[in-house]
Nanobody, 120 residues
Framework: QVQLVESGGGLVQSGGSLRLSCAASGFTFSRYTLSWYRQAPGKERALVATITTAGGSPNYADSVKGRFTISRDNAKNTVYLEMNSLKPEDTAVYYC?????????????WGQGTQVTVSS
């Protein structure tokens, strides 16, 4: 059974930091592109950061560049999102996503989400 389980969310003051984790099971983690998405109230889900199977050249949304860092540990089947200098506008539910580069949407998985709230 495929599972993506996010953790690490919570309430933090503006300027603070959080580290999100997403533990995966049930599929070959190292062969999947991993991403973090977020969805704020009343808004569509948006891509935050992506990291390839090899872990090189991560991509970031312009709004988080220089503040967030995505990384992966294939030995632990875990992807991370280090979030620094948090702003109130970063408040959202954060979702982990795994997609096969070869199969695309035919092999794509989502976590249940973790709430991040940044107070001003």
């Amino acid at each position: 059974q495929v599972q993506l389980v996010e953790s690490g969310g919570g309430l933090v003051q503006s300027g603070g930091s959080l580290r999100l984790s997403c533990a995966a099971s049930g599929f070959t983690f190292s062969r999947y592109t991993l991403s973090w998405y977020r969805q704020a109230p009343g808004k569509e889900r948006a891509l935050v950061a992506t990291i390839t199977t090899a872990g090189g050249s991560p991509n970031y949304a312009d709004s988080v560049k220089g503040r967030f860092t995505i990384s992966r540990d294939n030995a632990k089947n875990t992807v991370y999102l280090e979030m620094n200098s948090l702003k109130p506008e970063d408040t959202a539910v954060y979702y982990c996503n795994a997609v096969s580069p070869r199969l695309g949407w035919r092999s794509e998985y989502w976590g249940q989400g973790t709430q991040v709230t940044v107070s001003s």
